[in-house]
């Protein structure tokens, strides 16, 4: 890795692009997969009906570097169903193209719901909640890439700048490895350790490791697995500390940045995914090679870029809310002036008219079977239910 660089912090263009944030010209092509789900956030403040988004790591990754000019193309098997309608929808709206997200009428489309209470200090907290509030089952998770749909897919995928994934499965680490050998950069962002052996593969194959600290702290000084050439471990409202390999040695020290103030905290739900999103805007436009000519410099002013981004995101509720709040022209505004060391401003989130209770009935396979049982038994109506928050 070099050693020097220019060091300007005030600026947010990818490197090499004359674009300014949003990128209008050379447009590079991501391939992910892992969670893509049906986000439902829910919010006790009054006025303000549920919203219902795709979200999950890796389609939150994806829809904001497609928002952000790139071509973005997730991979994953959703059911036959209104959640993956929605799910859809959502990420055509941004541009996403969903060419390998593949429907199947033998799976669930995986369903978050994310509340967000205010506390008696008035700071806001949220949750993930994977029951359903309306009957109390399981709500449909995520269901790892079969090898065979990798393979099939492996065959047809655009030439990838970068792949990304959050989940580890033996399809997922057989498109990292087919993409690293188009000159991919190839990112894990993993929540957890399921298979020990899988896992250790994945690490392997990874250029940039990124995780937080409360879930996979541990990480960091396990002298078992391979060293990434960028390993970044997220901390919170504290910010984060990253390390670099250089070349064949043992990584330099961590190096920690912190994160960006945040007035009017509304949500931090989705923070870390702008986070991963900005660094990869900045300086993953051209592959894994050039990324890994990047000074030191470079890395930190792409880090901070996603705390920028991060620090808007965190006004407003959902992972993604920003995007629907702001134009694309007030979001580059608020993302020089965090930059800058200003105050983004905020806008009200838009409003939906749905309710969630009745919307869960169509949505939730537990509900459905429910209700048709009901049907059959009784008469056809719909039951109104009342969802604290």
């Known amino acids: 890795m070099k050693k020097n660089g220019r060091r300007n912090s005030r600026s947010y263009s990818p490197r090499g692009q004359e674009d300014g944030l949003f990128l209008k010209k050379a447009r590079p092509v991501i391939l992910g997969t892992g969670l893509i789900a049906l986000d439902i956030v829910v919010t006790d403040r009054r006025g303000l009906d549920p919203r219902y988004w795709a979200g999950g790591t890796c389609g939150n990754v994806l829809t904001i570097l497609a928002y952000l000019g790139w071509r973005t193309y997730p991979v994953a098997t959703l059911g036959e169903d209104v959640a993956a309608a929605l799910v859809l929808e959502d990420l055509k709206k ?12 033998t799976r669930h489309t995986p369903i978050v719901v994310e509340r967000i209470r205010t506390r008696g200090s008035g700071a806001p907290r949220h949750r ?14 995520y269901q790892a890439l079969l090898a065979s749909e990798a393979r099939q897919i492996a065959k047809v995928i655009p030439t990838p700048t970068v792949f990304f994934f959050d989940k580890v499965s033996r399809g997922a680490l057989d498109l990292a490895r087919a993409s690293a050998g188009h000159g991919a950069l190839v990112v894990f962002e993993p929540s957890s350790i399921r298979d020990e052996r899988l896992f250790h593969e994945a690490i392997a194959l990874s250029d940039i490791v990124k995780y937080s600290h409360e879930r996979l ?11 990434p050439f960028l390993e970044i471990e997220t901390l919170g409202s504290e910010g984060l500390r990253y390390r670099v390999r250089d070349g064949l040695k043992t990584p330099s020290r961590w190096r920690e940045i ?18 991963t999103a900005g660094l990869l805007h900045a ?9 890994k000519e990047a000074t030191e410099e470079e890395i930190e002013e792409a880090l901070r ?5 991060a620090a808007i995101k965190c006004r407003y509720e959902g992972a993604r809310g920003a995007m629907y709040a702001l134009s694309k022209k007030k979001f580059e505004a608020a993302v020089a002036g965090s930059l800058n ?5 905020r ?21 459905n079977r429910r209700d048709r049982k009901q049907r059959r038994v009784l008469s056809p109506r719909h039951c109104r239910v009342n969802i604290k928050k």
Do not use: M
């Not at 912190?258 to 986070?275: E, F, I, M, S, Y």
């Not at 870029?305 to 981004?309: I, R, V, Y």
């Open 128 to 141: 993930f909640v994977w029951t359903c509030p309306n009957c109390g089952a399981w709500l449909p998770g």
């Open 94 to 105: 941004f541009g996403v193209n969903v060419r390998f997200l593949r429907r199947s009428a």
């Open 217 to 227: 702290g541990h990480l960091r000084e396990a002298a078992t697995y391979p060293s």
């Open 258 to 275: 912190g994160a960006h103030p945040v007035q009017d905290l509304r949500d931090t739900a989705g923070a870390g995914d702008w986070c």
């Open 305 to 309: 870029l996603g705390q920028a981004l």
């Open 347 to 367: 806008t009200e989130e838009e409003r939906d008219g749905s309710e969630l209770g009745n919307f869960l009935k169509t949505i939730c396979p537990s509900c």
């Open 283 to 291: 300086l993953a436009t051209r592959g894994a090679t050039r990324f």
């Open 341 to 345: 060391g200003d105050t983004p401003f």
